[in-house]
């Protein structure tokens, strides 16, 4: 199986900084995608951002400017710098990444169990 594990959520002021990072594990060939999605209460889940293995990148709006997807393919892992933080950014965040294993020749979508981003005005 594969697990993609969240970290880096906490409470942090208006116009405050975090850093989330995601690591994927297990039988892994290949991961195309990886992305950030988040979550307000009562709401739909949203992307934010994803990275393609190559590195080409895509931002909602409303965080264009503010945050930054980044990955390390040698660590399996995805990273978002969140600046500039706005009480709307409050939401659990998702990490999600297209994974190939080892034994299947196919790609499937996997999620993390999210982290809590909460942004205090």
């Known amino acids: 199986q594969v697990q993609l594990v969240e970290s880096g959520g906490d409470l942090v002021q208006a116009g405050g900084s975090l850093r989330l990072s995601c690591a994927a594990s297990?039988?892994?060939?290949?991961?195309?995608?990886m992305g950030w999605y988040r979550q307000a209460p009562g709401k739909q889940r949203e992307l934010v951002a994803t990275i393609g293995s190559g590195g080409t990148t895509n931002y909602a709006d409303s965080v264009k400017g503010r945050f930054t997807i980044s990955r390390d393919n040698a660590k399996n892992t995805v990273y978002l710098q969140m600046n500039s933080l706005k009480p709307e950014d409050t939401a659990v965040y998702y990490c999600?990444?297209?994974?190939?294993?080892?034994?299947?020749?196919?790609?499937?979508?996997?999620w993390g169990q999210g982290t809590q981003v909460t942004v205090s005005s």
């Open positions: 999600n990444a297209v994974i190939r294993r080892v034994w299947s020749p196919n790609e499937d979508n996997w």
């Open positions: 297990g039988i892994i060939f290949s991961i195309n995608t």
